[in-house]
């Protein structure tokens, strides 16, 4: 699926720890929190980037206690938002720069399902909760558009 969106290289983290590879990256991008945070600052090259997506409590405080001592940084999914960075991020979805990857749809009364099933570290992609009472679309739990 990550190929299927652009990328070049995958390594499959439930295969491999990319960190026992011996290479340096200058960016590295752990979406789901599951990539060792020692490890991965040890595999940044000068000046890197280690993002956190979904960074827990002692990933936050190791992300800024990192960028006082290295020279690299860490960025906490945490971070807030500029609205023109969003104005950006909407232009690239509506010209399709950008593929949004949808795995899973949920009306808001399955919220409970959603939050167990994204809790479980496994999902390919974004999971979408519905806000409303149209669900005419819906066949056997998933969307039919």
Request: glycine share 12%.
């Amino acid at each position: 699926m990550v190929r299927s969106i652009g990328a070049d290289h995958v390594i499959d983290y439930a295969k491999e720890d990319f960190t026992d590879r011996g290479e340096t990256y200058h960016v590295i991008f752990d979406v789901v929190g599951k990539s060792p945070f020692s490890n991965s600052l040890k595999s940044l090259k000068r000046n890197g980037s280690y993002l956190l997506g979904n960074p827990g409590i002692s990933q936050m405080v190791r992300g800024r206690w990192a960028g006082v001592t290295s020279n690299n940084r860490v960025i906490s999914g945490t971070e807030s938002a500029k609205n023109e960075d969003l104005i950006l991020l909407k232009g690239l979805m509506e010209s399709g720069g950008i593929d949004a990857v949808i795995d899973r749809r949920y009306t808001l009364e399955q919220t409970a399902e959603a939050h167990k099933y994204v809790e479980k570290g496994h999902k390919k992609g974004n999971v979408i909760i519905t806000v409303g009472n149209d669900t005419s679309k819906m066949v056997d739990g998933d969307w039919n558009y």
